[in-house]
Every structure is written in C-alpha cells, then in structure tokens.
C-alpha cells in the first residue's frame, strides 16, 4: 500500500510506473468507492501507460479530514498528489464526480494536464434542493437506507441480481465507505458548478457516458461535450452508470 500525506490529509493511491516514455493515466473514482473500481482497467492498459489511482478524501483508506468538503478540496488533493509524485503531462480519466475533479484540475492546472476522460458526470449535477435532500436523509438513515436507490443508478437490471458476486461486491463497497466521507462530498457536489468556466477547457476531451446511465445521463453529459471546444462525445450501449471496464475500449 502506498499513502502520501498531502494537505494534511493521508491519501492511499497507487502507482504503477511503466517506462520512462509511457504517459500518465490517472483515475478518479465516483462518490462512495474507492480506487479498486478501476481494477479490470488498469490490469487491461498498465502495459501502455503509469497509472495512478487514489482514494478521495472521506473514501477508501484515505483520511477523512475537515468537513464538510468544497470541491476544491477535492481539487487541491489531486494536484497536491501529482507534485508529490512529480509526475507531469497527465491524461485524468474521471466518473461523476471524479468527473467534476478532472474539470478542476483541467482549469486550474492545465500545464500538468495533457487530456481529459470524463465519465458519466456534468458540469453541475444535479441540484441544491436534491443533494440537500439526500444528506438530510442520510444523516437520519445512514448510507444503508439508499444503498438499494444507488445500486439501481449504478447498474443495469441485467447485472443487478443476487447471485452475481460482483454486484454484491460493489454494493458492499457502498455500504463499508465513511458515511461522513460521503455526506461531505454530497456537500461539495452540491455547491459545485463549472458551467461557466468548462469553455476554457483547450485540451483534447472526451465525454463518455453509458447509454442506460440514470444518475448523469447522456443529455447532461451531451451538454457537458457541447460546452468543452473539440470535445467528442461517446455513449456505450448497455452499460448504466458504472461502466465496468468498458472505458478501456477508447482510451
């Protein structure tokens, strides 16, 4: 296990190191996971680029830190990583609101950032009133009271069954995450709106979305490629809003 301590927080990432002349993939995971939802990815792609994942701050094994989070919190703790990494020209592939985080460290620091993947996310998603909503909620009830609501954005009903070990798997993954980590980035999701600066965005983007997403659909994510100059845009049939591995196919 690999952990830097970067903004007074201990982050857990990994990273896999290929040759000299590889470039950097890195990935930035949803709201309530943590870095292994990458797995087949990276197993697939470690031949062709250093890849590096982490846990977000209030995710995984990375520390909870101050809350609740503003996104720029989430923002600083990835380009405090990179520089302690010393790792430049780096193409961040992220998932809603991973997504969101690939935005922030584009606009900011776009000398570092080569290209973007985003994932299943929005220049805002959602609304004030919705995420407020879900943390009042979840403050009475826990993360197990919306573990059953999540999974059904998440998955197609095909995967969505009892006897799939894999879809039991991530449902335990959402249960087990801190459910202060969680309510905190619902928090920082919901104060969260690059609508206005995304035009900016000068690097090659691609905006992928699964076809059956709930949670960030293809319109919003189509609206978020109409904003990015040159963005292309891509929707995966049959896939919903954790698309299992299926961004390997276009990176």
Known sequence: MQFATVNT?????QYLEAAKDKPVLVFVNSLGTDFRIWDAITSELSEAFSILRYDKRG??????????????????????????????????????????IAQGIA??????????????????????????????????????????AVMERWFTAEFRHQDNPEFLGCRAMLERQSLAGY?????????????????????????????????TTPDLVRELCSLI??????????????????TSSVL
């Open 107 to 148: 606009l900011k620091r776009p000398d570092i950032v080569r290209a973007l993947v985003l994932c299943d996310t929005g220049h805002k998603i959602g609304t004030s009133q919705m995420w407020q909503e879900r943390i009042d909620a979840l403050e009475t009830g826990g993360l197990s009271s919306m573990v059953d």
């Open 9 to 13: 927080v201990n982050i857990h990432f």
């Open 59 to 100: 995710h995984g094994l990375s520390d909870l830190g101050k809350t609740p989070y503003k996104m720029d919190d989430h923002i600083d703790d990835l380009e405090a990583l990179i520089e302690h990494l010393n790792i430049q020209n780096v193409i961040v592939c992220g998932l809603s609101v991973g997504g969101m």
């Open 229 to 246: 100059p040159g963005a292309e845009f891509s929707e995966i049939s049959n896939a919903a809003y954790t698309m299992r591995g299926a």
């Open 183 to 215: 309510v905190s980035t619902c928090a920082a999701i919901r104060d969260a709106d690059f609508t206005d600066q995304v035009p900016s965005i000068a690097m090659p983007t691609l905006c992928l979305v699964g076809d059956q997403d709930l949670a």
